[in-house]
């Protein structure tokens, strides 16, 4: 063995080590979690976030989009991506591959079955990648840069958690038994879930959003819903890539529609990651889905958690 594979092993058992000494718990009696630095996810994503915040270095003009789990991470990709390439009409990524394949979740890249085109040593500049990580454990040459910028999207928490429990439905059908909606309720309040707790991972951008603006744009589901023209080239304005005309925002919300992701061939068939096929990215994606499946007694003590939990920060779910 080389110096170099020997040194690549030590700094793997060195992590392997350090995931075994890690909290550990059942995510609704089914799923293993870990907590590290105050924050849940499967052990593959703890390495790999580990790894990400100890050697990641960020190059110039690097753009992160950052969200929780479930929150409009698919539909912010597609719009970054879209954005990026300029419209270009023979160029139409979304047509070629899921959203996740041309914008990678980098602590994900593991579960990937096949191979992204570039990684983040080839891309081209700028790079635009995405993370679930939460804030706290950004890689220190991303936080402390001034030039690489984050894209941050949140949505209501109540959708958040009946998106995240049809999800697991949908893509853990080995399981016995589904995911009781009364299980994920538990975990996802007790801020027990991938990448929780929810109202902490939030926060924790808001408030960075408020000391830098310039830095990190904050994005809310529900405003990109009721006022895409107007979100769609906010975010333009921000990657440094405004639109020339009104037609060509119109061409981004078209391409980047729900309805019609939904019914690219890319999407309705075919897997980027193990286990999760690529229609599982795109279900009803409307606000207040909730609705139709919480009981009023889930929506008292998940509006009373919401309040105390955003009380005094200035922002609204």
């Known amino acids: 063995m080389s110096d170099k594979e020997l040194t690549l092993q030590n700094e793997e058992d060195m992590y392997d080590k350090s ?5 550990k718990a059942l995510f609704s009696d089914k799923i293993e979690l870990l907590e590290w630095e105050g924050f849940w996810s499967e052990p593959t994503i703890i390495k790999a976030a580990m790894k ?5 270095q960020t190059e110039p003009n690097d753009v992160l989009l950052a969200s929780s789990m479930k929150t409009g991470t698919t539909w912010l990709k597609a719009i970054c991506a879209c954005i990026m390439q300029g419209n270009k009409e023979e160029e139409d990524l979304l047509v070629k591959d899921n959203p996740h394949f041309h914008i990678p979740t980098i602590e994900a890249m593991n579960y990937f079955i096949k191979n992204p085109t570039q990684d983040l040593c ?4 700028p790079r635009l990648f995405h993370t679930h990580l939460p804030y706290r454990v950004l890689p220190d040459s991303i936080k402390n840069s001034d030039n690489c910028k984050i894209i941050y999207i949140a949505r209501n928490p109540k959708d958040t958690l009946i998106s995240m429990w049809h999800f697991f439905n949908h893509n853990h059908k080995r399981v016995e038994k589904n995911f009781p909606l ?3 309720f538990e975990c996802f309040c007790n801020g027990f879930h991938h990448y929780g707790p929810f109202f902490e991972h939030v926060l924790e951008y808001w408030k960075e959003s408020k000391k830098k603006p310039q830095k990190i744009l904050f994005l809310k589901y529900e405003d990109l819903k009721m006022d895409p023209k107007k979100e769609v080239k906010k975010i333009a304005l921000f990657l440094g890539k405004p639109f020339d005309n009104e037609e060509d925002v119109e061409k981004v919300l078209w391409r980047c529609s729900l309805e019609r992701l939904k019914n690219l061939e890319v999407n309705k068939s075919g897997s980027l990651f193990a286990d999760i096929p690529n229609s599982s990215f795109f279900r009803k994606g409307v606000v207040g889905d909730w609705k139709n499946y919480m009981t009023p007694e889930m929506e008292e003590k998940l509006e009373k ?3 105390l939990k955003l009380q005094g920060s200035g922002l609204q779910l």
Do not use: D
């Not at 995931?19 to 909290?23: G, N, V, Y």
């Not at 990400?52 to 990641?56: A, C, L, S, V, Y």
């Open 19 to 23: 995931i075994e000494q890690l909290p």
């Open 52 to 56: 990400f915040k100890t050697t990641f």
């Open 122 to 125: 080839t891309m081209h500049f």
């Open 182 to 184: 009364e299980k994920v």
């Open 305 to 307: 958690i919401t309040s």
